[in-house]
C-alpha cells in the first residue's frame, strides 16, 4: 500500500442528489488524501456513478459540497476541475482518431501549455503502456488498449485527484492485472477513487474502501486494517448490501 501524508486532496460532506421523487445519492460524505487509494463499491444502481460524477462536477448535488485541493468546487469549478482526472464508465474516446492524436486532443481540452504537451503526452503513453500502438486508429485496438487509451487521457495533466467508474470492466484476467498494477502506481503519489465489481481488486489495490446501498454509505474502513482482523470483504460487502435501509 502507499505511503500517507496528511495532504487532503478531497473532501466531500453530506452529498444528496434527487432525480424526481428517486434519491440516487442520500448524504454521502467522504475524504482522500494525497497518495491514498479508495475503492467504491455497491450493487448495481447503488448509486457509485453518480457519486463519481458529482465528485467531478458533471453533475450538480443538490445538497452538500465538495472540495477539491482545498476548492470548493461549485465556486471556483475551472481551478478544481484541473485538478481532477476522470474517466467515466464508458470513456470518451474517438475511435477515428489515432492515440497520439486523441492525447493531444485531450492536452489541447486541458489547456496544457504547447512547450509541455510532447512531455505530457510522453508521459501518458508510456505509463500506460501505450508505446507499440500510439499510432493506431482506437477503433481498431483490443478492449484492454482501448481502457487504457481512456485512463491516459486522464492523467494526460498530472492530476492531483484520478477519478475511475469501472476501469477494469470488460478486460480479460491479463488486462485486468495491468489496470491494477496501473492504479497502484497512480495511487502511490496521487489520490484515486475508482469503483468495481470485483472485491479481489479492493483488496489487492486499495487502502480504503466505502460500500454504497441505496444510495447511502453503509460500510467505511481500512482494507489493512480489515486484513489485520482477519474480516473478509466478501463477507463486510454481503452483510452490508443485504440489510435493507430504512427510509
Known sequence: MSAKTEQKTVSAHDLSRYFGARIAVDQVSLELEQGEVLGLLGPNGAGKTTIMRLLTGNLAPNNGKVEICGM???????????????????????????IDEYLRLAVKLRRLARSKTDDAIRKAVE?????????????????????????????????????????????????????????????????????????????????????INHGRQVFEGSVDMMKLEGTRLEEIFTQSTMEKIET
Request: aromatic residues 4%.
Open 72 to 98: 470548493d468546487l461549485q465556486k471556483q469549478t475551472l481551478k478544481a476541475k484541473a485538478c481532477i482526472g476522470y474517466l467515466p464508465e464508458i470513456p470518451p474516446l474517438y475511435r477515428e482518431l489515432t
Open 127 to 211: 505509463r500506460c503502456g501505450l508505446e507499440n500502438v500510439r499510432r493506431r486508429l482506437i477503433g481498431s485496438l483490443s478492449k484492454g488498449y482501448q481502457q487504457r487509451a481512456g485512463i491516459a487521457q486522464a492523467i494526460i495533466h498530472d492530476p492531483a485527484v484520478i477519478i475511475l467508474d469501472e476501469p477494469t470492466s470488460g478486460l480479460d484476467p491479463n488486462q485486468m492485472r495491468e489496470v491494477r498494477s496501473l492504479i497502484r502506481e497512480l495511487g502511490a503519489m496521487r489520490s484515486v477513487i475508482f469503483s468495481t465489481h470485483a472485491l479481489s481488486e479492493v483488496e489487492s489495490v486499495c487502502d480504503r474502501v466505502q460500500i
